[in-house]
């Protein structure tokens, strides 16, 4: 049974930083694993991807700001937010082959 579950959620105010983190089990091949956002009223988006040969690909809205990351040997992926805007404010959804997914944590940024 594959499971994907995502931590580091929260409230953060703008202008700061927050890392979300992604465990995935019951799985051999993650060939790519990605951060989906989704706001209120709005369709779920791609933010961060990256592939297992460390291939990466970045909503234009994030780059420069967040960055992803994965471990092979741990089977994890982070994204890592800095200089966060309340336009970051989302459920975000991390998914492996775009087949499985998380059940999402809720970013929200203001002050």
């Known amino acids: 049974q594959v499971r994907v579950v995502e931590s580091g959620g929260g409230l953060v105010q703008p202008g700061g930083s927050l890392r979300l983190a992604c465990a995935v089990s019951?799985?051999?091949?993650?060939?790519?694993m990605g951060w989906y956002r989704q706001a209120q009223g709005k369709q779920r988006e791609l933010v961060a991807s990256?592939?297992?040969?460390?291939?990466?690909n970045y909503a234009d809205s994030v780059k420069g700001r967040f960055t992803v990351s994965r471990d092979n040997a741990k089977n994890t992926v982070d994204l890592q937010m800095d200089n966060v805007k309340p336009e970051d404010t989302a459920v975000y959804y991390c998914?492996?082959?775009?087949?499985?997914w998380g059940q999402g944590t809720q970013v929200t940024v203001s002050s």
């Open positions: 998914a492996v082959n775009d087949i499985y």
């Open positions: 990256v592939t297992y040969d460390d291939n990466t």
């Open positions: 019951g799985i051999l091949n993650s060939y790519r």
